[in-house]
């Protein structure tokens, strides 16, 4: 039987909502759908991926070129005829649990819905602040560095104190949401009396905000781990990418970016420590009794004090399919030695059509057995309908 995969970035907003009647902004609908196709690449060739508009057939036959078969695509109403061995959402929530439950093996489901535990605590960044306070009671290698723990805040004054503690600033951030959501960047007085506001709200909604240093970051990193059905631990990889100023996703390197290249340790024993050591800390929090499925734990090399670079283990835990992982399945197809990112751009109407057509042209694609080694590749359908796309180049 095939898995079938449910793009919803939207989740951890459902899941901070509470409801089975959670609807995301017509944006967020829109990018929902236009980027759907992105979760192709985590399945197999007799898997589904539910996506219901245009272009598909002809994104899928792209990537016959590196003899990747994607998996079918299919709409609500085909949907309901099929049976599967499992539905794989971007990321669980309340509302898609009980949207799909009744369409696949009971396997399928995990267990905090129905074990009696809090689903939001489980989901909210309490577990992440949970898991590095665990990591740092263990003994790290030395090119990892957690400065100092996160801690939760409940008084503006209390946040007033750190950002005079701080001379970066402070990050201020919500119990819910990820992604770069729910995030307050305070660099100075300024901005803490421009935010206010949503300071009060936020403590008022939440009870607390989860505060942390601003760090001389160099470089943003995941770590991709899986929990597999039998609660047994397993790291994936880890991957690269920049998120901007105030933390939104950017892009994902193909390559190890150029800025740290020069400056990592000769080999991988500080990755293989940092993940035993996280895994560790998860199984110390006994989260296999409450989920099933890949976590990917945003991460970042930093400067420290003295200006050498260091890894920041654990910026925070998304409990759910994540662009890491969605990378690591992208660079199996891609050549080793070859450069670049890829990207999700927004689009005018009709926008997206010319652009493709545009960097196919300027960029063709080359291809030596089976993968890709120079020029323009979509990772989503573009069609006169989309207002977002996802697109990978390489040199």
């Known amino acids: 039987m095939a898995d079938l995969y449910i793009y919803n970035p939207t989740c951890d907003m459902a899941i901070e909502n509470g409801t089975n009647s959670f609807m995301p902004s017509r944006l967020l609908t829109q990018f929902e759908h236009d980027i759907s196709p992105l979760m192709a690449f985590l399945g197999q060739e007799d898997d589904y991926v539910l996506y219901t508009g245009d272009g598909y057939h002809q994104f899928s036959d792209f990537w016959l070129q590196v003899n990747k078969r994607l998996p079918q695509a299919i709409n609500q109403s085909q949907f309901k005829n099929l049976e599967f061995k499992s539905v794989q959402p971007w990321g669980w929530s309340q509302l898609i649990h009980n949207r799909y439950k009744q369409s696949s093996l009971p396997k399928s489901h995990i267990p905090v819905f129905s074990n009696g535990a809090n689903y939001q605590?489980?989901?909210?960044?309490?577990?992440?602040?949970?898991?590095?306070?665990?990591?740092?009671?263990?003994?790290?290698?030395?090119?990892?560095?957690?400065?100092?723990?996160?801690?939760?805040?409940?008084?503006?004054?209390?946040?007033?104190?750190?950002?005079?503690?701080?001379p970066k600033g402070i990050i201020l951030k919500t119990l819910w949401s990820s992604s770069g959501r729910g995030l307050l960047f305070i660099r100075k007085e300024l901005h803490l009396s421009n935010g206010m506001n949503w300071i009060k709200a936020q403590i008022k909604k939440h009870g607390a905000l989860i505060a942390e240093p601003i760090y001389n970051k160099v470089q943003d990193a995941s770590l991709q781990f899986t929990i597999d059905r039998g609660g047994s631990y397993h790291f994936l990889g880890i991957n690269y990418f920049d998120a901007d100023q105030e933390g939104h996703f950017s892009k994902e390197y193909i390559h190890t970016p150029y800025e740290i290249f020069e400056q990592l340790p000769t080999d991988d024993v500080w990755i293989l420590q940092t993940a035993q050591s996280l895994m560790k800390s998860m199984q110390a929090l006994n989260l296999h009794h409450h989920y099933h499925g890949p976590i990917g734990v945003d991460t970042m090399f930093i400067k420290d004090i003295n200006g050498d670079l260091r890894f920041y283990p654990l910026v925070e835990a998304n409990i759910r399919h994540n662009m890491g992982l969605v990378n690591l399945s992208i660079k199996k197809l891609i050549a080793s030695s070859s450069k670049g990112t890829w990207q999700i751009t927004q689009f005018d109407k009709g926008g997206a059509v010319d652009f493709l057509e545009e960097h196919l042209q300027k960029h063709p694609v080359s291809i030596q057995n089976n993968k890709i080694t120079k020029g323009f590749f979509p990772l989503t359908p573009f069609t006169t309908n989309t207002r977002f796309a996802a697109w990978g180049l390489v040199e």
């Open 121 to 166: 605590q489980f989901f909210s960044r309490k577990t992440s602040l949970q898991l590095i306070e665990e990591l740092n009671t263990q003994e790290l290698h030395h090119f990892v560095s957690i400065p100092q723990l996160p801690q939760t805040v409940e008084t503006i004054e209390a946040i007033n104190d750190l950002l005079h503690l701080h």
